[in-house]
């Protein structure tokens, strides 16, 4: 029997451009963190403008403010909505200075509130507000379904996490009725935790076993109803949903929890960042892009298909137009363009490729100055590394991430959470050793 859904022509969509992105630098040194490439040739920004569209909800907003050219250009060049829907679009709201502030988003509802004044110009009834740099797949019908049914003003998705995970998540304690009746910003102390474990009835009612030590973490994907919104933002001092406003609203406004228990990554730091991409490569991922019924879409680049040569390929994903000349590739993707030379050993790494092909003008100067070409060399070992768009690998350079502890700045590399990361552009000359 179908569902009957609420309109979603009356639902718009807000996505949150994210902050500076510290903790995934150097991929965010350039770039905004959605628009930082994933699984070879999409951005992460891809995922929520995708679950939006396969979700019915085509009225999209997205706030942005950090290094933000390659995120608008990449939204622009993807996403035209007479493909998707002809009343359709997804509007870039920049940062922009005004009279009375400096413009600058001083947290996730003030980036919101400032643009109230252009929500007010479309008719709608719910809001849906996501992050940017989250890896997840959700059906957004059925928390907005719940949502309307319970007669909530505010929802709030959460997912169950174990003990450890808890303690760097807001989490929620709801009752039996789903309704969030207290919350807690990273709760540390084992006590405070036990407080706020999940109870039997909600365990019931969401499959889990009596006396599992579950815990709801905010996923940071809230529903509002148009009235409660208004009144949520109407303090200017409320910065942030997690921190100012979700706290404050529990008890003064119908505030439930929707449990999502599908996949859901976080992508904060470089090493959840190189987890998640990795984890694409397993003959049966966590995160599905197969799943025809819900497409991720992307730019459309009309590049041919990769040419692979005499190579070895094992538990990997090779993106559109690369060349790959004899290769060894073991639990690795190979982005876009990629350009692999003879006798490459590629090994739990990720190459994200490049945003373009160089023209045999540009090789020719290659060999006449003894730059490499955008691409790696032959007989170049690269292991536990992340190779960002556009660099220069030379011949028989060794990568790799053993031996390296803590956290390293060089001119040629930076190493994080165990991982070696070569930053966009970067050249990195014949016979290197890192």
């Not at 992460?44 to 608008?72: A, E, M, W």
């Not at 997690?242 to 609203?249: E, H, Q, S, T, V």
């Not at 955008?374 to 190779?387: D, H, Q």
Request: glycine share 8%; net charge neutral.
């Amino acid at each position: 029997m179908a569902t009957n859904y609420p309109d979603l022509s009356r639902v718009i969509g807000v996505i949150l451009g994210g902050g500076a992105g510290t903790r995934l630098f150097p991929l965010t040194k350039e770039r905004a963190k959605p628009a930082v490439p994933l699984a070879g040739k999409y951005r992460l920004v891809d995922i929520p403008i995708s679950l939006c569209i396969s979700s019915g909800i085509k009225r999209i907003f997205l706030l942005t403010q950090y290094l933000s050219s390659s995120l608008h250009r990449h939204v622009q060049q993807s996403y035209r909505f007479d493909d998707y829907h002809p009343r359709g679009f997804i509007e870039i709201m920049a940062a922009t200075q005004k009279g009375d502030s400096s413009g600058w988003y001083q947290g996730t509802a003030d980036a919101v509130r400032q643009n109230m004044i252009h929500f007010r110009t479309h008719n709608y009834d719910l809001v849906l507000i996501l992050s940017g740099d989250q890896l997840y797949r959700m059906d957004f019908k059925q928390i907005i379904d719940q949502h309307v049914k319970s007669g909530a003003e505010v929802t709030v998705a959460t997912i169950p996490v174990a003990r450890e995970p808890a303690r760097s998540f807001g989490i929620m304690q709801i009752n039996e009725n789903k309704e969030i009746v207290r919350f807690v910003e990273k709760p540390k102390q084992d006590e405070v935790l036990d407080t706020l474990k999940m109870g039997h009835e909600s365990l019931r009612q969401i499959g889990r076993h009596e006396g599992e030590d579950l815990f709801l973490a905010s996923m940071g994907i809230y529903v509002f109803n148009r009235e409660a919104m208004n009144e949520a933002l109407a303090n200017p001092a409320e910065q942030d949903f997690g921190k100012d406003i979700i706290p404050r609203l529990i008890g003064n406004q119908k505030i439930f929890s929707y449990v999502y228990q599908g996949y859901w990554e976080d992508i904060g730091t470089i090493r959840a960042f190189y987890d998640a991409n990795l984890d694409l490569t397993k003959p049966i991922p966590d995160f599905d892009f197969y799943d025809s019924s819900s497409p991720i879409y992307t730019r459309a680049r009309f590049l041919p298909s990769s040419k692979i040569n005499a190579s070895r390929i094992e538990r990997a994903i090779v993106a559109d137009g690369c060349i790959l000349n004899n290769a060894d590739i073991q639990h690795s993707i190979i982005g876009i363009r990629s350009r692999l030379d003879d006798g490459v050993r590629v090994k739990d790494s990720i190459i994200m490729g490049a945003d373009y092909y160089e023209s045999l003008r540009s090789l020719e100067e290659n060999k006449r100055t003894g730059r490499p070409a955008v691409g790696i060399g032959a007989n170049t070992v690269i292991e536990g590394a992340i190779v960002d768009k556009n660099a220069r690998i030379g011949r028989d350079v060794v990568i790799r991430a053993e031996g390296k502890s803590g956290s390293i700045d060089h001119e040629l590399y930076h190493f994080r959470d165990g991982i070696v990361v070569i930053p966009k552009d970067c050249v990195v000359p014949d016979g290197t050793v890192i």
